[in-house]
């Protein structure tokens, strides 16, 4: 069986991986809380940082606890223990965990595992106890899901903790007594709720100025066809490096308006990261492609003048392009983002110059449906309808 959470009608889909698609109706919401655009900036740098084994410098800018979602994060209801939680939907870890807003105290259905937990994030963490309970979502439970309950988080506010979706690997050494953690997609698998490890993510710019849209719909089990067009093109996922024990993929190269400005790379897709993080030297040249510079203020390449070649990311043998319209903030939103009116800014960051230096972030997967495929080790990208 396959099941989605939409903000649109439930109806009978065809897809690729699955025969039928039975979708529920549940909101995916896009959610943004932002004082510092360069919180933003931040928060991908600091994951990048614990991608490579490093710990992430204090930031000034993050003593408001607001990092991990100071941005435009993705965040959908899940049932614990019968009561519901709005958590952040993170393929960049693989924890699930409540308590950062309201208490998680396990319920009468919930059962104590006696250990203990603690997960870094890079820009913000968590510590508590682990004890398992009935979880729902999407119209799929887990009556025994191993659940972080948080006595102590930095880094969020807003919202009530993370369903991780990424691989099981992640979460090792994270709990006391347990060497990995089954994540909810590995629990529906192993019970045959769902008959392929399979999760398609469907992410859509907001409107305008809005900023807080029921406009986004995960699949688990499967792939909704009627969010994408063509075909699903799949990439092997890494067997080695630092980026292998996430959602790692190979890069072979970037390119602005048709020509190089970066070479072969890896790299993770990651839906709990706002940005597009790329190498130094791919990012300079970028920069120097555009007339643009990195804005002391926000963190944010920025420009005077818009720039008008499309920008592109190579999986294999595959380029996927991203048009200005894409890769640059919408003047509408910069109102909420405390920008400079009269200038232009991009949604593409520097990485860093060694280690794993580029993050897929949001800002791709908004024009890209993706698919993360356990069951065959490999992400897919198809365009977002």
Same mark, same amino acid.
């Given at each position: 069986m396959? +099941? @989605? #959470?939409s903000f649109l009608a439930a109806a009978a889909l065809a897809s690729p991986i699955e025969v039928q698609a039975k979708t529920a109706v549940l909101p995916l919401r896009h959610n943004a809380k932002v004082t510092s655009f360069k919180n933003i900036v931040n928060k991908g740098q600091a994951r990048l940082l614990k991608v490579n084994g490093q710990v992430a410098k204090p930031d000034p800018d993050a003593s408001s606890g607001s990092v991990t979602n100071e941005d435009v994060t993705y965040v959908a209801p899940v049932s614990i223990g019968g009561r519901t939680f709005e958590l952040i939907v993170d393929t960049g870890s693989s924890n699930t965990w409540c308590g950062a807003q309201a208490s998680c105290e396990q319920s009468a259905t919930g059962r104590s595992t006696g250990g203990s937990v603690q997960v870094s994030y890079g820009s913000g963490s968590f510590s508590g106890t682990e004890y398992t309970d009935k979880v729902s979502f999407a119209g799929l439970t887990v009556n025994s899901q191993s659940i972080g309950s948080a006595s102590s988080s %930095?880094? +969020? &506010?807003g919202v009530d903790g993370i369903i991780g979706f990424g691989p099981v690997d992640l979460t090792q050494g994270t709990v006391s007594n347990a060497n990995t953690v089954p994540t909810f997609l590995d629990n529906l698998f192993r019970q045959g709720s769902i008959s392929t490890e399979v999760l398609? /993510?469907?992410f859509k710019p907001e409107a305008g100025s809005d900023t807080a849209d029921n406009n986004g719909e995960l699949t688990l089990g499967g792939t909704d066809s009627s969010k994408f067009s063509?075909? #699903? @093109? +799949? +990439?092997? %996922?890494l067997k080695s490096g630092s980026a292998a024990p996430y959602w790692g993929i190979q890069i072979n190269g970037f390119s602005y308006n048709g020509r190089s400005v970066g070479g072969a790379t890896q790299g993770i897709v990651d839906t709990g990261t706002t940005l597009i993080y790329i190498p130094t030297a791919a990012y300079n040249s970028f920069l120097s492609a555009t007339g643009g510079r990195t804005d002391s203020s926000s963190g944010l390449a920025i420009f005077n003048t818009k720039p008008t070649g499309n920008f592109a990311i190579t999986f294999g043998s595959t380029s996927f392009t991203l048009t200005p319209a894409q890769y640059l903030v919408p003047t509408a939103q910069y109102s909420n983002f405390g920008l400079q009116s009269g200038k232009f800014y991009a949604w593409i960051n520097n990485g860093g110059?060694?280690?794993v230096n580029t993050i /897929?972030? &949001?800002k791709f997967l908004e024009n890209y449906y993706s698919v993360y495929d356990t069951s065959n080790a490999r992400i897919g990208f198809a365009p977002r309808k």
């Open positions: 396959l +099941f @989605a #959470i %930095t880094g +969020f &506010q398609g /993510v469907y063509g075909s #699903i @093109a +799949f +990439f092997p %996922t110059s060694s280690g /897929v972030g &949001q």
